[in-house]
Nanobody, 112 residues
Framework: QVQLVQSGGGLVQPGGSLRLSCAAS????????AAWYRQAPGKGRELVAI????????NYADSVKGRFTISRDNAKNTMYLQMNNLETEDTAVYYC?????WGQGTQVTVSS
């Protein structure tokens, strides 16, 4: 069965860093572009970053450019979101997405 299993969320202080992981199984992960989304309380789901199948091209929301890095390791069927210099506004549930499949979501809370 197709699965996208996320890990790495948690509570961090402003200026801190977190690394989210999303492990894929049940399909050929390397054949698909992938993305990270987030949804803050009371807000719609926002596209954060996308990455092409081979990892050769990435794009980011303006709000995270220069702070977040999307990457993937196709040999491990895993995608990542490295989040640096976190801000309180980054607080949200983060989701990985591949094709029409979604991870379960993981909470990222940025607070002092």
């Amino acid at each position: 069965q197709v699965q996208l299993v996320q890990s790495g969320g948690g509570l961090v202080q402003p200026g801190g860093s977190l690394r989210l992981s999303c492990a894929a199984s049940g399909f050929t992960f390397r054949n698909f572009a992938a993305a990270w989304y987030r949804q803050a309380p009371g807000k719609g789901r926002e596209l954060v970053a996308i990455i092409t199948e081979s990892g050769g091209s990435t794009n980011y929301a303006d709000s995270v450019k220069g702070r977040f890095t999307i990457s993937r390791d196709n040999a491990k069927n895993t995608m990542y979101l490295q989040m640096n210099n976190l801000e309180t506004e980054d607080t949200a549930v983060y989701y990985c997405q591949v094709s029409n499949w979604w991870g379960q979501g993981t909470q990222v809370t940025v607070s002092s």
